[in-house]
């Protein structure tokens, strides 16, 4: 169906009450046949989204940087197509070309920094795929004060519930993507 892009932390230390967050979304990503692109590794909520994809029976997509591979950990078992790179810049590069849309998970500034960089280039009309937030326990709530902060004080040109869909839970992110993308929402399983 979509080619699904994922940006989340990898930290094994994170709080294990946003684990069922990822294994959520991963579980609805494969029911809808989408393919996971994401960073490649087996940490943290990156392995956790990744694993529950491949137990859903669909496709994942792993980009991850040669430097990386020793910290992240290598998703050879849970990919199946993985891609090593030379710079976080090529990883980027793959992950962004490759996607249909991208969903944004917690994390810490790896996750923020991909999320501003697509933020920026749909702002600028580089791209019109969907960008959705998953604030779960309102996660990203100072992140989008800020935002308004910003479109307050005319920093940005535009708000950002234009540009973006925040979604408290993975299912209302499922359920916008499906909107957004124009799939339509398989039936609740039995």
Do not use: W
């Not at 046949?33 to 392995?47: A, P, V």
């Not at 990744?50 to 792993?62: I, K, L, N, Q, T």
């Not at 790179?85 to 962004?96: A, G, L, P």
């Amino acid at each position: 169906m979509a080619n699904v892009c994922v940006y989340c932390s990898s930290s094994p230390q994170i709080d294990d009450g946003f684990t069922p967050v990822a294994q959520t979304l991963g579980t609805g990503l494969a029911r809808r046949d989408h393919t996971l692109i994401y960073g490649g590794g087996t940490s943290g909520l990156m392995g956790v989204v990744a694993r529950a994809v491949r137990e859903g029976g669909g496709s994942v997509v792993g980009v991850i940087p040669n430097k990386l591979k020793s910290i992240e950990g290598v998703a050879r078992d849970t990919a199946d197509e993985l891609i090593v790179t030379d710079t976080m810049s090529e990883r980027k590069r793959i992950m962004y070309l490759r996607s249909d849309a991208f969903v944004v998970l917690p994390g810490g500034f790896g996750t923020l920094e991909e999320f501003l960089e697509v933020l920026t280039l749909r702002q600028l009309a580089y791209h019109e795929r969907p960008v959705v937030i998953v604030n779960h326990d309102g996660f990203y709530d100072p992140l989008l004060g800020f935002f308004e902060q910003l479109y307050a004080q005319h920093f940005s040109r535009t708000p950002h519930e234009e540009l973006i869909f925040v979604a408290d839970t993975p299912g209302e992110a499922l359920h916008r993507l499906d909107t957004m993308l124009q799939i339509p929402t398989p039936a609740p399983q039995e």
